[in-house]
């Protein structure tokens, strides 16, 4: 409730300064205490209000982190995805209902941030960690293939364990 004029304290007893009003000039303590007193009387109602919130600015949270890292909103992201089928274009996993991530060239913009101009794909979080740890680099990805076509068992099983011959790399 507003303040009389030339009152110094709440109906509670609160001193009424500035730094104890709340933007409509109530006064702080007595507005916690109201906000306590409804959550305690309607736990449930409060709790239902506290997830809708949660879920509300998880969406605002990933939205505005899409925009700051690649200048892209959820939906561009979303229409990305509609793009590639709904699928890792490198596993081609069905993308829904798994972790996502915007892939882009890492020799136009090094690190997490970019220009927005070099993202090429969605990937699923398994297949970006993939790039991430050869590094973007197709000669990595071509030795890793090479070393699993010649150590794939196959039913001609020797006893002698198979040489691989390693590759020099820069």
């Known amino acids: 409730m507003p303040r009389k004029l030339g009152t110094t304290h709440c109906k509670r007893g609160h001193l009424i300064i500035e730094e104890n009003r709340t933007d409509k000039g109530r006064c702080k303590p007595c507005e916690v205490a109201r906000v306590a007193e409804w959550q305690k009387a309607h736990s449930e109602e409060h709790l239902a209000s506290c997830k809708r919130y949660a879920e509300n600015y ?43 991530s915007v ?18 794909a969605v990937l699923c979080q398994r297949c970006n960690v993939l790039l991430g740890l050869a590094k973007d680099s197709s000669e990595i990805l071509n030795n890793a293939i090479q070393y699993l ?22």
Do not use: F, W
Not at 103 to 120: E, L, N, Y
């Open 58 to 100: 998880k969406e605002k949270k990933k939205d505005n982190e899409l925009r700051s890292r690649y200048g892209i909103s959820i939906e561009e992201r979303d229409s990305l995805v509609l793009a590639q089928g709904g699928r890792c274009p490198i596993c081609m996993r069905d993308l829904k209902g798994t972790k996502i």
């Open 103 to 120: 892939d882009h060239d890492h020799a136009c913009c090094p690190g997490s941030m970019t220009c927005g101009k070099c993202i090429r």
């Open 149 to 170: 076509k010649e150590t794939q068992c196959n039913q001609n099983l020797s006893s002698e364990p198979k040489v691989i011959a390693q590759t020099a790399t820069a």
